[in-house]
């Protein structure tokens, strides 16, 4: 049974920075690869990172140069660095692993910038 936890998130402010946790039971990450995705609030949940198999991360293009995807293979863990937060970077961060044709998801960690 795959499991995804996410943790990590809270409130910061304006160019602040989060590490954002996701614990991964069930399935091995460095095999599958693993995405993180966002969901504003009344919002399409938008992909926001990954990293693959291989440990090659990829980012969209509102968060490049601000994020890094990283691994853990003893842990089964992958974390998204995030720095100079942006309030348009509200949102609940999920992760999201694709194994065997089905989509599998965390429960969602929620992270708001704010002064």
């Known amino acids: 049974q795959v499991q995804l936890v996410e943790s990590g998130g809270g409130l910061v402010q304006p160019g602040g920075s989060l590490r954002l946790s996701c614990a991964a039971s069930?399935?091995?990450?460095?095999?599958?690869?693993l995405n993180w995705y966002r969901q504003a609030p009344g919002k399409q949940r938008d992909l926001v990172a990954s990293i693959t198999s291989g440990g090659n991360p990829d980012y969209v293009d509102s968060v490049k140069g601000r994020s890094t995807v990283s691994r853990d293979n003893a842990k089964n863990t992958v974390y998204l660095q995030m720095n100079n937060l942006k309030p348009e970077d509200t949102a609940v961060y999920y992760c999201?692993?694709?194994?065997?044709?089905?989509?599998?998801w965390g429960q969602g960690t929620q992270v708001t910038v704010s002064s």
């Open positions: 069930g399935i091995t990450l460095r095999i599958y690869g």
């Open positions: 999201n692993v694709k194994k065997y044709g089905r989509d599998f």
